[in-house]
């Protein structure tokens, strides 16, 4: 691990105002992720910026009767607060899908959305690869493909996001806050968040440098009957192969979001008006324009038949 300097942040507008004017300066809270890469030398931040004394560790009701969830809530505790297990249930499924219990005692909100979509050959420095050396080329294009994207990638990369959270977050509609290092706000739809590759698959969202996520805010509770379904290789401690967040209304209507099919949380808001007519259309619109490799392929009829068993399961 390469040397880096080490500062505790007091406000969210002191850590921003930081991390802009400190270059390869990074936020640190739970480092679930952060610390991996650095162990292998894939991340090399010059200096690290400690968050976690910040207030931001709190859910709380909105006044039009959703949730705040601050960005060090630890995933942990998000996935066992009774709001969250009542209203918000695809989130709390979600989360208890996504790690050990050891990691999601640590990994916190902020640092759950801002993972690195990667694959294999991202963690292989010996290999080229665009996120880790932008312009070196992209060693899972024409290697081995089975957990890669399907759609919304590029020449550049088929890496897969691997946040489980995220992609129930991307089917509730949540908002991202954030603090710039002038001490402005912003909110920013999930949908809006995280970025595709295109030329610049470097870049995983659409912070600007230095910008430091405050709170995610979820709306209020849409109802329905809330699924978390994830298709992985073993039992645990896998990134899904696909995963599907779905919340589905009793008159058949509803909402599908994505996971390991595509380098961000995926969903397609116009596709779900077929969801009435069942999975096969659903499916077949949302994944429009898919362009999957020999080796991964099969994730087309694996994602229609998980699909199928949540809107099996809806209609009881």
């Given at each position: 691990?390469?040397?880096?300097?080490?500062?505790?942040?007091?406000?969210?507008?002191?850590?921003?105002?930081?991390?802009?004017?400190?270059?390869?300066?990074?936020?640190?809270?739970?480092?679930?992720?952060?610390?991996d890469l650095m162990k292998l030398g894939i991340e090399t931040p010059a200096h690290l910026i400690d968050v976690n004394s910040l207030s931001l560790d709190k859910i709380e009701p909105t006044p039009v009767g959703g949730l705040r969830i601050g960005a060090l809530v630890r995933n942990t505790d998000?996935?066992?607060?009774?709001?969250?297990r009542r209203?918000?249930?695809?989130?709390?499924?979600?989360?208890?899908?996504?790690?050990?219990?050891?990691?999601?005692?640590?990994?916190?909100?902020?640092?759950?959305?801002?993972q690195r979509t990667r694959c294999p050959y991202f963690y292989d420095t010996a290999q080229p690869c665009n996120k880790?050396?932008?312009?070196?080329?992209?060693?899972?294009?024409?290697?081995?493909?089975?957990?890669?994207?399907?759609?919304?990638?590029?020449?550049?990369?088929?890496?897969?996001?691997?946040?489980?959270?995220?992609?129930?977050?991307?089917?509730?509609?949540?908002?991202?806050?954030?603090?710039?290092?002038?001490?402005t706000t912003?909110?920013?739809?999930?949908?809006?968040?995280?970025?595709?590759p295109g030329d610049a698959p470097q870049l995983d969202t659409t912070l600007e440098r230095g910008e430091i996520i405050t709170a995610v805010t979820l709306p209020p509770p849409a109802g329905g009957r809330q699924f978390y379904r994830k298709v992985r290789d073993r039992a645990s401690y896998a990134f899904a192969l696909v995963s599907v967040a779905a919340i589905v209304q009793p008159d058949g209507t509803g909402r599908v979001a994505m996971g390991g099919v595509a380098h961000k949380p995926w969903r397609v808001e116009a596709a779900e008006a077929e969801l009435p007519r069942g999975a096969k259309p659903a499916m077949a619109a949302i994944l429009n324009g898919a362009?999957?490799?020999?080796?991964?392929?099969?994730?087309?009829t694996l994602a229609e038949r998980i699909l199928t068993s949540v809107l099996t399961e809806a209609k009881g």
């Amino acid at each position: 691990m390469r040397p880096f300097t080490y500062e505790r942040a007091s406000t969210p507008a002191e850590a921003a105002a930081i991390a802009a004017h400190r270059e390869g300066a990074r936020f640190i809270a739970g480092g679930t992720n952060l610390l991996d890469l650095m162990k292998l030398g894939i991340e090399t931040p010059a200096h690290l910026i400690d968050v976690n004394s910040l207030s931001l560790d709190k859910i709380e009701p909105t006044p039009v009767g959703g949730l705040r969830i601050g960005a060090l809530v630890r995933n942990t505790d998000l996935a066992a607060d009774e709001r969250v297990r009542r209203d918000y249930a695809v989130l709390s499924r979600a989360l208890l899908a996504g790690a050990t219990g050891q990691l999601r005692n640590k990994a916190t909100t902020a640092g759950n959305l801002l993972q690195r979509t990667r694959c294999p050959y991202f963690y292989d420095t010996a290999q080229p690869c665009n996120k880790r050396q932008p312009g070196s080329g992209c060693s899972a294009i024409g290697g081995v493909t089975r957990h890669l994207a399907v759609i919304g990638a590029s020449e550049a990369c088929i890496a897969t996001h691997p946040s489980d959270m995220a992609v129930a977050m991307r089917a509730l509609d949540a908002v991202v806050e954030t603090v710039k290092p002038d001490g402005t706000t912003r909110a920013i739809p999930i949908a809006e968040f995280h970025r595709l590759p295109g030329d610049a698959p470097q870049l995983d969202t659409t912070l600007e440098r230095g910008e430091i996520i405050t709170a995610v805010t979820l709306p209020p509770p849409a109802g329905g009957r809330q699924f978390y379904r994830k298709v992985r290789d073993r039992a645990s401690y896998a990134f899904a192969l696909v995963s599907v967040a779905a919340i589905v209304q009793p008159d058949g209507t509803g909402r599908v979001a994505m996971g390991g099919v595509a380098h961000k949380p995926w969903r397609v808001e116009a596709a779900e008006a077929e969801l009435p007519r069942g999975a096969k259309p659903a499916m077949a619109a949302i994944l429009n324009g898919a362009k999957p490799m020999p080796d991964n392929a099969f994730k087309l009829t694996l994602a229609e038949r998980i699909l199928t068993s949540v809107l099996t399961e809806a209609k009881g």
